[in-house]
Antibody, heavy 119, light 108 residues
Framework: QVQLVQSGAEVKKPGASVKVSCKAS????????ISWVRQAPGQGLEWMGW????????NYAQKLQGRVTMTTDTSTSTAYMELRSLRSDDTAVYYC????????????WGQGTLVTVSS | EIVLTQSPATLSLSPGERATLSCRAS??????LAWYQQKPGQAPRLLIY???NRATGIPARFSGSGSGTDFTLTISSLEPEDFAVYYC??????????FGPGTKVDIK
């Protein structure tokens, strides 16, 4: 069965960087894209960007351009999301999600990783 | 950027009642609209894709309809486990995605 397993919770200081991992199993990793979505406490879902696991092409949300980098390691079927210059409003649960076959929705999700930014 | 609005913000209903949730797009998204359910402390779960197709394992009481700018998610008869927050989502031609703000279905 398809599974996306994310790395554990992180606590970071303002200005630092965080890198979250998402290990995929149960399907051919390079056949699907991976997107990252975050959710601040008590808030809705915010799309951050996506990466093609096939060729590494990316598209980031305009709001995060310059601060976020998404990568994949096809040898371990793992996707990564790095966010730099962290601010307190980056405190959120970060989810990875597999893009559905037609690329228009997210059919499987990771369990989420809480990133807390606090001095 | 295509903006999605959802109404109502909160829907208070009793088990067994019918729930009708609305999602409106600021411009046409054709039929490329999805619905997700999220329960507290859990990741979202895909319910409906391409406006009207149920995802794998989703019960038949969930149905979606609409195209263009107006979409509806209907839960024909609410079960206790259906009380949750529901989000709609679209993808633009520029491969950017947006979510609606969500509708909370709570117990009356």
């Amino acid at each position: 069965q398809v599974q996306l397993v994310q790395s554990g919770a992180e606590v970071k200081k303002p200005g630092a960087s965080v890198k979250v991992s998402c290990k995929a199993s149960g399907y051919t990793f390079t056949s699907y894209g991976i997107s990252w979505v975050r959710q601040a406490p008590g808030q809705g879902l915010e799309w951050m960007g996506w990466i093609s696991a096939y060729n590494g092409n990316t598209n980031y949300a305009q709001k995060l351009q310059g601060r976020v980098t998404m990568t994949t390691d096809t040898s371990t079927s793992t996707a990564y999301m790095e966010l730099r210059s962290l601010r307190s409003d980056d405190t959120a649960v970060y989810y990875c999600a597999r893009l559905g076959r037609d690329g228009y929705n997210f059919d499987y999700w990771g369990q989420g990783t809480l990133v807390t930014v606090s001095s | 950027e295509i903006v999605l609005t959802q109404s109502p913000a909160t829907l208070s209903l009793s088990p067994g009642e019918r729930a009708t949730l609305s999602c409106r797009a600021s411009q046409s998204v054709s039929s490329y609209l999805a619905w997700y359910q999220q329960k507290p402390g859990q990741a979202p779960r895909l319910l409906i894709y391409d406006a009207s197709n149920r995802a794998t394992g989703i019960p038949a009481r969930f149905s979606g309809s609409g195209s263009g700018t107006d979409f509806t998610l209907t839960i024909s008869s609410l079960e206790p486990e259906d009380f949750a927050v529901y989000y709609c989502q679209q993808r633009s031609n520029w491969q950017a995605f947006t979510f609606g703000p969500g509708t909370k279905v709570d117990i009356k």
